[in-house]
């Protein structure tokens, strides 16, 4: 290989190596949500044209999201807390699923609360025309974490379920915008932060 060849190869290396690193680093750093004409929004580019992911809703109010971060198990219902960790290189909200029934936007550094019947219940984040499904069993009285993260790829940016960890969970749940407080049990009135149909 002739030395411009070779100059070139290690070129085209350090790019990549590059973009991984910015990539990484992207994923690395909390997302701060704050409100931006009334909806909770987190900011990804901060130019003089800035560039934002947003929810479609309200925020609940600050009373509705001390409680939630109590954590205090329910004995009518079980509650699910879903985070989305990282922006992973989306530019607009995830939708989040029950059921087949999209419920709430998940906004990088976001939590929403699920309150859910006991059961079995197929939570979704979905994006474009892919998403990805985790299938919950809760029974009353539970309070469960769930957490989504990007997926890098060479080719593709996605999303999808982390495993586990329920003391991590809870913290980055603690320090999160709480995006909506979703009730899924039968005769549930709209709720704050979503609106979701009686049934």
Not at 18 to 35: I, M, N, Q
Not at 131 to 148: C, I, P, Y
Not at 154 to 169: H, K, S
Request: net charge positive.
């Amino acid at each position: 290989m002739t030395e411009l060849g070779m100059t070139q190869r290690h070129g085209r290396l350090l790019t990549v190596l590059s973009l991984l690193l910015g990539l990484t680093a992207c994923g690395s750093l909390p997302d701060e949500v704050t409100d931006v004409n009334g909806v909770p929004c987190m900011t990804f580019r901060k130019t003089h044209a800035p560039k934002r992911i947003c929810a479609a809703n309200p925020a609940p109010s600050a009373e509705v999201a001390r409680e939630i971060k109590t954590f205090a198990p329910d004995p009518a219902s079980a509650q699910v807390l879903v985070k989305l960790l990282d922006r992973a290189g989306a530019t607009r909200a995830l939708s989040l699923r029950v059921n087949g029934q999209a419920v709430a936007d998940l906004v990088p550094g976001g939590l929403v609360r699920l309150r859910l019947s006991p059961g079995e219940h197929e939570l979704a984040v979905a994006w474009g025309n892919q998403q990805a499904t985790l299938s919950v069993q809760v029974r009353a009285g539970d309070v469960q974490f769930a957490e989504v993260g990007g997926r890098f790829r060479f080719w593709d940016v996605g999303f999808g379920w982390n495993a586990p960890d329920t003391e991590g969970a809870r913290k980055r749940a603690a320090s999160a915008r709480v995006l909506a407080d979703v009730d899924l049990r039968p005769q549930a009135a709209n709720v704050s932060g979503s609106v979701t149909p009686t049934r």
